[in-house]
């Protein structure tokens, strides 16, 4: 980071803003001695569920365990199958496969680059048992058309809004419109604790039931498990400093959605450097801020030569990855997915950026 004269993240200047804020909460824990679950993060679940307008979250490790406990608390077991996209973090489909069952993949809209409903229903099988949508880079994917097929054919929908906290479709918020929804809290997410760290939004009191407690090996009671279950806890240290950082959330996505849109005001003058599309209905929280360029190598080069950090979310599509090959998916397969993987480029935004920075890394590009 520290290289960098404009890094992609800066969780940094983050901190320092709330320094006072965060120290108080941190201690708070260490004194109470409440490292695991406890009160802290029973009060971030209770806020994030309000936050998200769902009955329910349930605190977790990780954003990938929160994927996985989701998928088995609405039914996913071995043999089923799970439509998705290969334009996401293994992560989505490392869940899929931890519960025993396989991806399908759908490919994307090539202007929002998000699942391409229109190709979802002629994926279904005897064996499709959920729709696992990804609200990538913080862009909710059109939930109408895959609750409508989710009803027709049976299926659960489990949302990956680990890139979309308080991102929104038509006024209703990521993670209350599926039957649960994963979120991540890696420290560089929109809403990020200082570690690994995770939850699950549900309106389904069964499901939040079940999460509960498979969350934590299973138990009804102390040394009393009513199922095996698995050890993924948040962190008190993590709940306490998440509650914090709540309270910032709406004027960060506020704060990601202007610059994004300066970004985009000033990019009309390059052709060839195109944002992504918003959807109509869609009120995206940017975790990320991407573009595609045929000339993506030669502006990545010429970022980074100037001081400025970029990434690609995501180079390699998963149907390409070696751990996939077994799923014998034809490499030319996804063509909208394997065209934007070599086209897209994610330019820094954060909260803290300013709008000269959005200048500069638009002077580069134009150059
Ligand atoms: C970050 C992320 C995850 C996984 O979250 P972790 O907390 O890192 O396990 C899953 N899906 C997507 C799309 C992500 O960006």
């Given amino acids: 980071m520290a290289n960098y004269r404009i890094p992609l993240v800066d969780l940094r200047a983050q901190y320092d803003r709330m320094k006072l804020e965060v120290d108080a909460a941190m201690l708070r824990v260490v004194e109470s001695a409440a490292f695991i679950l406890g009160p802290e993060v029973e009060a971030f679940e209770r806020e994030f569920a309000s936050y998200c307008g769902a009955g329910a979250c349930i605190a977790c490790g990780n954003g990938t365990d929160a994927l996985g406990l989701a998928l088995e608390a609405v039914g996913v077991r ?4 799970v439509i998705t996209v290969a334009n996401t973090f293994i992560a989505t489909t490392e869940a899929i496969t931890a519960v025993g069952a396989k991806p399908v993949f759908v490919d994307v809209d090539p202007t929002t680059l998000l699942m391409d409903t229109r190709l979802v229903e002629e994926k279904v099988t005897k064996s499709t048992r959920a ?20 009803r027709q054919y049976s299926l659960k929908v489990v949302e990956d809004a680990a890139q979309a906290h308080g991102a929104e479709h038509w006024g209703k918020r990521a993670g209350c419109l599926g039957d649960a929804a994963a979120f991540s809290y890696y420290p560089g997410k929109n809403l ?27 138990r009804s009671a102390k040394y009393e498990h009513e199922f095996e279950g698995r050890n993924s ?17 709406d004027e960060w996505n506020a704060r990601r959605r202007a610059l994004a849109a300066l970004y985009t005001e000033k990019l009309k ?25 045929s000339e993506r190598e030669a502006l990545r080069r010429r970022l980074a030569d100037a001081g400025i950090e970029v ?8 149907h390409r990855q070696p751990a996939y090959a077994y799923l014998n998916l034809p490499s030319e397969a996804l063509p909208e997915t394997v065209r934007a993987s070599a086209r897209i480029l994610s330019l820094p935004l954060y ?17």
């Fill in 78 to 81: 071995t043999g089923d199958e």
């Fill in 131 to 150: 729709i696992l949508p990804v609200h990538l880079y913080g862009q909710m994917v059109d939930m109408d058309p895959i609750l409508r097929i989710a």
């Fill in 192 to 218: 990020g604790a200082y570690g690994d760290a995770g939850a699950i939004v549900t309106n389904d009191p069964a499901v939040a039931a079940r999460v509960r407690r498979a969350r934590n090996h299973g």
């Fill in 233 to 249: 806890r948040m962190d008190g240290l993590q709940g306490a400093i998440l509650r914090v950082k709540l309270r910032y959330l």
């Fill in 269 to 293: 003058k390059i052709p060839d450097v195109k944002p992504l599309a918003t959807r109509l209905g869609a009120e995206p929280v940017f975790h990320l801020y991407v573009v595609q360029s």
């Fill in 311 to 318: 990434g690609v979310h995501y180079p390699i599509p998963l």
């Fill in 351 to 367: 909260p803290e950026m300013t709008e000269d920075a959005v200048s500069a890394v638009v002077e580069v590009l134009s150059t």
